[in-house]
């Protein structure tokens, strides 16, 4: 028996909201954090993951108190990030109650952040965070920062390694081509990042049917895959892909 | 209606949380109250003596944790509430702490309450290290401790486990090598996985830890 393979929600909050809510049935206030994390701990999700899509300080503040109170009443692990740029946001994040904190753009434009966050918190806490596209010209894996907006001149397959060796002790790696298409997610880039890096790679970005999630864990071994609204909108019941999974054969908590 | 006689009966036991500036003592502080376990963060003797049940928080290192408490001057209340009877349980790194001695960052003396040491998990299984994410646990012991987690998958974030005697291992997991998820000696408990970050199952070892308690305090 090894590790399960883990099934991880993803929330965008906005100012202190989960926009794009939940729509299970028993939820009364589709927005409210704390029912929807408590929802999905009980449908069965091994992990949460919280992107601050906040524009403005003001928003960025709530996420704090997001994840204090998510904290005080969902026992699983969770992840935020999102417009996180300094130490001292890290810190905060973290001291809520959050077990991990993601970098995304803040380390492209400092590493050193990276280093700062592992030395403080170990590791295991700090997870680097990628989005990237295939360039058919470049013939590479490009990096994207500012939420996909800004191409940056990095390889992503080169830039999952240099995180690791500034110290993420877990990569969120996010197919932009895939996102949104519910065509699957991108194999052949979590087949590539295995070859470079040791750490745990979650899969994010194309998740449509059972039949992805099996074939990402299956042929890309990743070691998680983020989905958002897949499961959001009822598409797929986490109970019943844990089961369609674990009838796969593929390492699952049931 | 019968009401207790026994003073102290009717209040609710006091846990002590060891306040040694390890990390994530608040999420396992937010656990214990999300089952009603009175808890309060001390490092006052006092306190840790006078307490119904002790728990050691940690995440972080094994050599920093140990400077901290023995700078903090918590080593020897601890080990004379062991001596009392007081049940104590440790969480992944306090888990540690418990055993003699760890080789994280150079040899370093534990609390020394379970005989046994804390090595590093070896890299040459295949296996990630650290192991980060959810194992199924297969209890060895049968306790009340591990009676929630039989079977059951709880979550794990470490670099290191314990070496020590079948005797002392009440709940294990595989991951290359045979990783103890629950240790016991007498009233020493430890639990390698986080149980507050390990969902419903992970509330059934707080709230067996605090019905430990409460039978004890019957008993006394």
Known sequence: MTLAKRIIPALDVKNGRVVKGIQFKQLQDVGDPVASATAYQDAGAD???????????????TMIEVVERVSAAVFIPLTAGGGVTDLASMKAIIQAGA?????NSAAVDNPALITAGAALYGSQAIVGAIDTKWDDVAKMYRVYTAGGTRPTALNALDWAETMVAYGVGELLVTSMSADGTKKGYDIALYQALQARVKVPIIASGGAGSQQDFTAVFQDGAVDGALAASVFHYGEMRLPELKMHLYEKGIPIRL | MVQPTTTGL???????????????????????AFVNLPAKLTKDPAEILAADGIVIPGVGAFKSAMQQMTAAQLVDPIQAAVAQGTPILGICLGMQLLFDSSTEFGATPGLGLIPGKIVALPENTGYKVPQMGWNQNQSRIAHPLTRGIAGEYTYFVHSYYAQTAPEYIAASVDYGVEVPSIVMKDNVFGAQFHPEKSGEVGLRVWTAFAEMIQERRVQV
Do not use: C, H
Request: proline share 2%; charged share 25%.
């Open chain 2, 10 to 32: 009717n209040e609710k036991p006091m846990i002590a949380v060891i306040d040694y500036g390890a990390g994530n003592i608040r999420n396992v502080m937010k656990a214990m």
């Open chain 1, 47 to 61: 992990e949460l993951v919280f992107l601050d899509i906040s524009a403005t300080q003001e928003g960025r503040a």
């Open chain 1, 99 to 103: 077990d991990k904190v993601f970098l």
